[in-house]
């Protein structure tokens, strides 16, 4: 069983940033892929980025590419999404995933998800 926390979310205005941070209860950190998806008020969850087990491949959907950048702390148990130029079509609920596997993580099929925090662009 792994237990996530996720952290960092807050009211932004346009063009600022955050940093979300989710913390594993877990000492197999190490052998998961992990993942951020997002779901806004009456639409279905998406997919934003996921990084695999070893940190060395990383994925973006297109609508966050080149502004968002995941990163982990195997050592801290610790996924990061650094959010940048942040845009009012970013607000939603940010939820943290992992799953042995990466395809799983991508598609939202993960077997584990923390409690999700609320990110809110607005001026």
């Known amino acids: 069983q792994v237990h996530l926390v996720e952290s960092g979310g807050g009211l932004v205005q346009p063009g600022g940033s955050l940093r979300l941070s989710c913390a594993a209860s877990t000492n197999a950190f190490r052998s998961y892929n992990l993942g951020w998806l997002r779901q806004a008020p009456g639409k279905e969850r998406e997919f934003v980025s996921a990084i695999s087990y070893d940190g060395v491949n990383t994925y973006y959907a297109d609508s966050v590419k080149g502004r968002f950048t995941i990163s982990r702390d195997n050592a801290k148990n610790t996924v990061y999404m650094q959010m940048n130029d942040l845009k009012p079509g970013d607000t939603a609920v940010y939820y943290c995933?992992?799953?042995?596997?990466?395809?799983?993580?991508?598609?939202?099929?993960?077997?584990?998800w923390g409690q999700g925090t609320q990110v809110t662009v607005s001026s």
């Open positions: 995933t992992a799953d042995s596997n990466s395809a799983c993580v991508i598609q939202g099929h993960s077997d584990y």
